[in-house]
């Protein structure tokens, strides 16, 4: 996802309360704009969060084991040489240690959209209550906040608090105001194919991310419902932010028509698939 400033549709999102109904187990995020789209973002259960936190704490596990070694390499007797160490050395080692952990959330969560590796493989992604991206303040709030969910030991306080709320969020979601989402497989077929247009070739633009492609899919499946003028209005703005690449002349002749804004539109996507 992108940067808070990029979004130009998270300004003015409204998230409705999660529900459950028999045709959808899972809880959802439900994200609407002025423009009508809607969004509906499924929510992260407590297994996808628990594989998702293995695969980090494995790397960061592996990670510490490679700087013992190298430390080892200096160090002849690595315990004895902590045991040397003031106590308030100790500490700030200790906490250094803290630190070091918070930061590759923390920092993976803003750089990389809301994922961290763990929860890049597993396809999930953390964002805000009303279904924008999040933010520094955001990510770090809630990676402080895993001192406390780790209580008493393996993450016990923060199971128990995802396993009682509807959202599946730990203290430090529900104190920093995110949720995490799963991103699912996006069948292109369902959207009712226009006829053939001379649209200019979609594979000469950047790649979409997650984010982009689905405002373009939301957009394509509400776009014979909308008002022509609110649909004219909402295909120019995706055009402009999908296709920034567009010269003059191709860009008029993407949006001389809803049918050759919206072909463009569904190629741009189909090139991520």
């Known amino acids: 996802m992108h940067g808070d400033g990029a979004s130009w549709m998270a300004r003015a999102y409204a998230v409705r309360p999660a529900r459950m109904t028999p045709s959808a187990p ?49 160090v002849s007797d690595v315990l004895g040489a902590f045991q040397a160490l003031s ?15 918070w930061l590759y959330w923390t920092l ?3 750089f990389f959209h809301g994922q961290t590796p763990g929860k890049r493989v597993l396809r999930i992604r953390v964002v805000r209550e009303d279904g924008s991206p999040v933010g520094f303040f955001e990510s770090a709030v809630r990676n402080l906040c895993r001192a406390v969910d780790f ?44 006829p053939a247009v001379d649209a200019p070739d979609a594979g000469a633009h950047r790649p979409l991310d997650a984010e982009d492609v689905e405002l373009v899919l939301a957009f394509l499946s509400r776009a014979p419902g ?15 932010r999908v296709g ?13 028509s809803p049918e050759a804004t919206e072909a463009f539109l569904r190629t741009r996507a189909k090139a991520v698939h």
């Open 26 to 74: 899972a809880p959802h995020v439900d994200v609407a704009t002025p423009e009508r789209v809607a969004l509906s973002l499924p929510v992260a259960g407590i297994g996808y969060r628990c594989l998702a936190w293995l695969v980090d704490a494995s790397l960061l596990f592996f990670f510490w084991v490679a700087l013992y070694f190298v430390i080892t390499l200096l």
């Open 226 to 240: 909308l008002e022509p003028e609110v649909r004219r209005r909402l295909g120019a703005r995706l055009v402009d």
């Open 151 to 194: 209580l008493p030991v393996l993450y016990a306080t923060g199971c128990i608090t995802m396993l009682l709320d509807s959202r599946h969020r730990r203290l430090g979601d529900m104190l920093a105001g995110t949720v995490l989402v799963r991103e699912e497989a996006i069948d292109l077929d369902k959207y009712t194919q226009a």
């Open 244 to 256: 920034a690449s567009l010269t003059d002349e191709e860009r008029a002749r993407v949006l001389q």
């Open 108 to 110: 993976a969560e803003v």
């Open 87 to 101: 106590g308030l050395t100790q500490t700030l080692l200790a906490v250094g240690l803290f630190a070091t952990q």
